[in-house]
């Protein structure tokens, strides 16, 4: 048949002009009607796709979530913001689980959108919707791109095959500057044993937790697309944000202090210094300091920061910091993931009398810093790190977003990311 189209397009393209009338009808009805088989296989391939992926989200999705319930029920007891999203896209957690189809997943998605912009809280160029990637490794690069990507039950090209690796940079920001996020298969991830489509669909939840960061991220990434074409400067920290993404709503921060067991406020002062926070933590007691890791070590943030981002917010799969090692010091937390080292409980007892030892000041150093991160982050959106991020320059030196990736001791000052945002100290 692909013979027979280039066979035809040559024959039209060798036709005189001053033929017969009949005869070029003719050749062009041969070309419609091969464009007609062509779009015909289009779409039956394109049908045959979507009901198979319906099938393989109802069943394995199921399977994923009935084998880690345990882990969606305690999530659901601390009233975790993505168990929130699934239910209202009509997951149930009972037992057996109940798992809708993946339409009504993206219905509920798309009708929430929807109300945000008829309230004109967005614009429909703000809005980022699930988009599923597709490849043609037979395409001359030159002519046809290698990757597309298309909304739930959009038409897909004949020729085209649906990806399953990770996208690169360039096409990810692409694809987002466009208005589609990706969303990807149901198959099972090595780590935590639940499907990749569990874990894209928290990126939908956060997006409808904070609309403004979504706005935010697809924004910036049109502005990077059109200003640094051939190497868009501030994109690898953008896909991070999109995994790793926080929120602390302002009515919260006064439990933050408190779960930092520090005081609500420093007279005169608008920020804690790390020195301060230091000095109050070493008035606290080795028994203090020891229910204060062992609070941290649960992870107690869930009641008050909000996660947005696909890691921060996967309920299966905790972040693990070493993937991170680029970004930021290996010693804690990523942007937003507020993870803890468990064995820091163990490194304060390391010698008798270990009260005065040089363990216990090496500990509180840890502490300090950890806290002031956090505290620094609790005061930034997370559309002003994208945007601050995105702009590939320096940063402010009297920004917020200056203070906590420069001066909190969250980005390691030996990183190659230190050195593109933070100003030589003068």
């Known amino acids: 048949m692909i013979r027979f189209l280039i066979l035809a397009s040559i024959a039209l393209l060798a036709y005189p002009t001053s033929g017969a009338r009949g005869d070029e009808t003719a050749h062009l009805s041969c070309i419609d009607e091969t464009t007609r088989i062509f779009a015909s296989r289009s779409r039956a391939s394109s049908k045959s796709f979507w009901a198979l992926l319906e099938s393989k989200f109802k069943r394995e999705v199921q399977n994923s979530i009935q084998s880690n319930r345990a882990l969606y ?8 913001p993505q168990i929130r999203f699934l239910e209202s896209a009509g997951f149930r957690f009972s037992d057996p689980v109940e798992v809708p189809e993946i339409g009504k997943v993206f219905e509920y998605y798309n009708t929430s959108l929807q109300d ?8 429909p160029d703000d809005i980022l919707r699930p988009g599923f990637v597709f ?25 085209y095959e649906e990806v399953t690796e990770v996208l690169g940079d360039r096409d990810f920001f692409e694809m987002i500057s466009e208005g589609y996020y990706p969303i990807g298969s149901t198959t099972r991830l090595a780590i935590g044993n639940h499907t990749i489509m569990e874990h894209d669909l928290a990126h939908f939840g956060g997006f409808l937790d904070r609309p403004e960061y979504m706005a935010a991220l697809r924004r910036t990434f049109k502005k990077l697309r059109q200003s640094h074409e051939s190497n868009p400067i501030g994109l690898s920290e953008l896909f ?9 709503p302002l009515e919260k921060r006064s439990a933050l202090l408190k779960l930092l067991s520090l005081p609500q406020s420093v007279p005169g002062q608008e920020f804690f210094r790390e020195s301060e926070i230091y000095n109050h933590l070493s008035s606290l007691s080795t028994p203090e300091l020891e229910q204060l890791i ?4 649960q992870n107690p943030f869930a009641e008050i920061i909000t996660p947005l981002g696909g890691t921060t917010r996967d309920m299966i799969n905790p972040p693990d910091p070493r993937f991170y090692s680029g970004l930021i010091d290996e010693s804690w937390a990523p942007f937003g993931t507020h993870w803890f080292p468990k064995n820091l409980k163990a490194s304060l007892k390391t010698s008798p009398g270990y009260d005065k030892s040089a363990n216990r000041d090496s500990v509180l150093r840890f502490l300090s810093t950890y806290e002031l991160g956090v505290l620094e982050l609790s005061r930034l959106t997370p559309e002003e790190i994208v945007e601050g991020l995105g702009s590939g320059s320096r940063l402010d030196p ?15 000052s030996n990183t190659v990311n230190y050195l593109k945002y933070c100003p030589e100290k003068r």
Not at 74 to 80: G, P, T, V, W
Not at 135 to 159: C, L, Q, T
């Open 116 to 123: 945000l912009v008829s309230k004109g809280k967005l614009s």
């Open 294 to 297: 062992a609070r941290f070590e």
């Open 240 to 248: 991070q944000m999109t995994e790793l993404a926080s929120w602390t």
């Open 135 to 159: 490849k043609n490794e037979h395409n001359d690069p030159r002519k046809f791109k290698h990757f597309i990507w298309r909304g739930f039950k959009d038409e897909i090209p004949a020729g």
């Open 73 to 80: 029920l305690d999530a659901q007891s601390k009233n975790h």
């Open 398 to 412: 009297n920004s917020a977003l200056y203070r906590a990736y420069c001066l909190s001791g969250l980005v390691a």
